[in-house]
């Protein structure tokens, strides 16, 4: 059978178009330029439409305008760019629009550097724009998954009528892997509510303002209820040896390809170590979190930034567990034997003699 | 617009809605603009041309943030409210998803000029089919009356009290005019909503401006004087005063560009799936077909499972080398992964990357410690020579690094690269050498293997012939 050799960042847009997405606003920034350049090379090929937008605020309002048309469409960034984007994402969720916005995150703060880092979770996860608002996020650990991924973004985004964000880091986007790519998506589900200048279209409003206090209230509320709705239906994980775990690691894109090597390490030296891998950062494995605190003695979260998603694991935990964290940050990246050695001292007392 | 709700109106435009069923708290028939102002009457200016033309049911209104932030409450057509300053890029977004559409930005000053600067400039100069219609009145009036980038020199704001200082603020920005000196742009006028010669010259345009995109010509402005008289402090008919006295001297009326009737109409089509066209591009990528066991068979112990980096010059095909060697193993049914160093670190003339080959799933992509090093010059070897494992390979090209490994701990093959690949008449074949060099030493894969994979990957086969003496001469190189 063949197989292709592909780049994450080649796999995702190749995604995308598989999902049905013929339409990329985007703004150049190192490292998610090489989306923006498969999607000029490709898109105007299948007859879509590729902009180079004049900024980044520019490129998430295009994507506000095609998504209240009903297209299917995405943006790419790096951190940076994406913190100019919250505003509009903003939007898009006060309007109830799809849209799947790539982030490959770099070092910050400020501009940092292009390195591969995961400083970008509390801008995308728990907010960042004005509001009370969610967004799906997505986090692929290897090419294949930012494939796999990115059409899953698409399909979440128009059945929640919510901005997906895939959430990803220099490394993942630049290595190459296998990948297979699933058959394209044939045909996409009508939008009755879009904006498509026909006669049964123009009585449709797209529209965030909801100027009475009673109104924006009960959006909200309806916003929210949406939200309990993907918080049942949509959270996705990967778990590696937790059975027998006493320690758990938890780590999210390269993070959770390093741990795994460092796993088979300790594994070997006899330590009872699994792994869970958050593919949705939220909605959030919060509820397999707390069951695993029922079984295991103890947590160590790693991330390339000084602390962030480990909030989330100490919430799901919620102080029955001791719960360690290894990070590093400004675009250095652990090695595998300074995991084992993070993963030796957070290991339980008590495994250790069992 | 308070003339609609007397029943005296003579016509009312059927693009207009009756009722205004979205405006919430009562006063349905009457809207939300203050007695005197200036939006109204272009609001029924533009519903006039929207019937006249025959589009309303094609057509989308976006309204911005400031007074007319409740346009949705009175156009009968597909509605797009939008952020701040941002409507010419939601209109481009609108416009390329239905070209069929007619778009409309309507934007007052503060909105189009000053935070949305931006992007209104770069949808002009893009040519963006679009009909703009901007609302000057010299000042912000749903916030209550600050300085907007057209408030006159010496007018009093809220935020300007003592009167605009130009030395400080800046000038009356004149958008018709700075728009006019780009290129793309087919139709821009500046009208104002005066008395009723000048109501119907604003008539005349504002059907114009949207004709224009009717006819797929390009994109358009009109600019519209408008007045303001609750935040000019002033009474209707002063305030119409004050628009002939002072706005129009600063901001001249008139066609600022017209070349409607050079401009051929463009056409731009939706964007289709196009499946058959998808599955011919994806086809049209290099794959490799699997074939084989990821058994290990035949090759030593120490060689199997490498992790490999490959350094060199750029442009000395480093990338390409790892691409290759990885797309072999692949086609042997390893397991591989392939990461070049980016950004900074692959600019000022070296590249690296690091290629894992394993019989099973690859955990890390990162090759810090190499079992293999493969050199392609002197700044690579000294970099990388001491973060090889104990027992590993080191393969170097011995032309360009005249300074032996000195560790005595790993395996080391000098290859002199580049003066084969010169012999063979393209320099630049050295990383195929090597190449063939690392697997000829470990058996890992044979001669043929290599060719029958670039056979496959390689987009151009113009090369093939001398790639694949240049891998042979790299085999017998360490035999």
Redesign the interface.
């Known amino acids: ?6 780049k994450g960042n080649d796999a995702l847009l ?1 995604g995308a ?2 999902a ?1 997405c ?2 990329f ?1 985007g703004y150049p920034i ?2 998610s330029s090489e989306i923006a350049e498969s999607a000029a090379a ?1 898109l105007p ?5 590729f ?1 180079q ?3 980044e ?3 998430i ?11 299917r ?1 995405m943006t790419a960034s790096s951190s940076p760019g994406i913190s100019l984007k919250l ?2 994402v903003s ?1 898009l969720v006060g ?1 109830e629009l799809p849209a799947v916005i790539i982030d490959i995150m770099r070092g910050g703060p400020g501009l940092g ?3 591969p880092a995961q400083g970008d979770y509390f801008q995308v996860v728990k907010g960042g724009g004005h509001g009370d608002y969610r967004l799906i996020v997505l986090a692929p650990n290897s090419p294949q998954e930012m494939c796999d991924l990115a059409m899953l973004a698409f399909e979440l985004a128009d059945r929640y009528r919510n901005p997906v964000v895939v959430l990803s880091d ?2 993942t986007g ?5 990948v297979e ?1 699933p058959v ?5 589900p009508p939008k009755d509510w879009a ?5 049964e ?9 909801r ?2 206090p009673e ?1 924006l209230e009960e959006h909200v509320t309806a916003l929210f209820e949406k939200y309990a709705s993907i918080e049942a239906a949509e959270v996705r994980y990967e778990e590696v040896q937790t059975a027998d775990a006493e320690l758990v690691v938890v780590g999210y894109g390269i993070v959770s ?2 741990l ?2 460092a ?2 390490r300790v594994r070997d030296q006899g330590l009872r170590v699994g792994m869970l891998r958050p593919i949705t950062l939220w909605p959030y494995p919060s509820q397999r979190l707390a069951e695993l605190a029922e079984t295991a003695s103890g947590f160590l979260v790693a991330e390339l930034s000084t602390g962030q998603m480990v909030e989330d694991v100490r919430l799901a935990v919620n102080g029955r567990r001791p719960v360690a964290f290894h990070g590093r940050y400004g675009g250095a ?1 652990p ?2 034997d300074e995991l084992v050695k993070a993963i030796e001292a957070a290991y339980p007392a008590e495994g250790r003699s069992a | 617009m308070s003339t609609m709700t007397g029943g005296a109106v003579l016509q009312w435009p059927e693009s207009l809605y009756r009722t205004f069923h ?1 405006k ?2 009562g006063g349905q028939e009457s809207t939300h603009y203050c007695p005197g102002c200036g939006h109204g009457v272009l609001h029924k200016l533009i519903a006039e041309a929207m019937d006249d033309l025959a589009i ?5 209104f976006i309204s911005p943030v400031g007074c007319s ?2 346009g ?1 409450y009175y156009f ?8 701040h300053g ?1 409507a010419p ?10 070209p ?3 778009v409309i930005s309507y934007q007052g000053d503060g909105d189009l000029a000053a935070i949305g600067t ?2 209104i ?2 949808a002009a100069n ?1 040519g963006e089919p679009i009909t703009v219609f901007f609302v000057n009145n010299a000042i912000y009036g749903m916030t209550g009356g600050q300085m907007a980038p057209t408030t006159l020199d010496g007018q009093r704001t809220t935020t300007s009290p003592r009167g605009r200082d130009t030395m400080d603020t800046g000038s009356p920005l004149r958008v018709s005019e700075l728009l006019s000196t780009l290129d793309a742009p087919v139709y821009i006028e500046r009208v104002a909503l005066t008395d009723a010669k000048h109501i119907m010259t604003a008539r005349r345009a504002v059907r114009k401006a949207l004709k224009a995109q009717v006819e797929g010509k390009g994109f358009s402005l009109v600019e519209v004087l408008s007045p303001c008289p609750i935040n000019w402090k002033m009474d209707p008919a002063e305030s119409k005063a004050w628009i002939t006295d002072h706005l129009m001297p600063a901001f001249p009326l008139g066609v600022y560009k017209d070349v409607l009737a050079e401009r051929e109409p463009q056409t731009r ?1 939706a ?5 058959d ?3 011919e ?2 086809a049209a ?6 074939t084989g066991e990821p058994t290990w068979d035949g090759v030593a112990d120490r060689y199997r499972e490498p992790q490999v980096k490959i350094a060199g010059f750029g442009g000395q095909g480093v990338l390409f080398l790892g ?1 290759l060697l ?2 072999v193993a ?1 086609r042997r049914n390893y ?6 160093a ?3 670190e692959s600019r000022g003339g070296t590249a690296n990357c690091n290629v894992v080959i394993s019989a099973e799933p ?5 090759v ?1 410690e190499p079992s293999v090093l493969m050199a392609l010059n002197a700044p690579s070897l000294e970099r990388f020579e001491p973060t090889v494992t104990p027992g590993g390979v080191i393969v170097y090209n011995s032309t360009l690094i005249s300074k032996t490994p000195t560790r005595q701990d790993v395996e080391v093959v000098a290859v002199p690269a580049t003066a084969i690949a010169d012999e063979l008449g393209e320099t630049r074949a050295a990383n195929l050498v090597l190449l063939g060099a690392y697997l000829a030493h470990t058996g890992m894969f044979s001669a043929a293997e290599v060719e029958a994979t670039m056979d496959q ?1 390689l987009k151009s086969h113009g090369m093939l012939e001398l790639n694949r003496q240049a891998v042979a001469r790299g085999f017998a190189a360490t035999t």
């Open positions: 059978m063949a197989v292709e050799l592909v190749r178009v598989l049905g013929r339409t606003y190192t490292p490709l090929q299948l007859g879509g439409t902009v937008s004049e900024c605020v520019g490129a309002q295009m994507v506000y305008g095609a998504a209240s048309a009903g297209e469409v505003e509009g939007y309007s550097n292009i390195a220099g490394f630049q290595m190459m892997e296998a790519f394209p998506v044939t045909s996409i904006v498509r200048a026909t006669p279209t123009s009585g449709n409003l797209i529209n965030s303002i100027l009475m109104d390809r390093l795994r090597a796993l088979a990246v090695s595998v | 979205r919430p708290g309303r049911e094609r057509t989308v932030v409740f949705y009968d057509c597909g509605n797009v409210q939008v952020a941002r890029a939601v209109a481009t977004g609108i416009k390329r998803a239905l069929h559409s007619v931006s992007n400039l770069h893009r089509l964007p289709q799936l196009a499946l066209k998808v599955a591009l994806f990528e290099p794959s490799v077909e699997r691409s990885a797309n692949l397991h591989v992964t392939w990461l070049p980016y950004g900074p690859v955990a890390s992509p990162m810090t990957v």
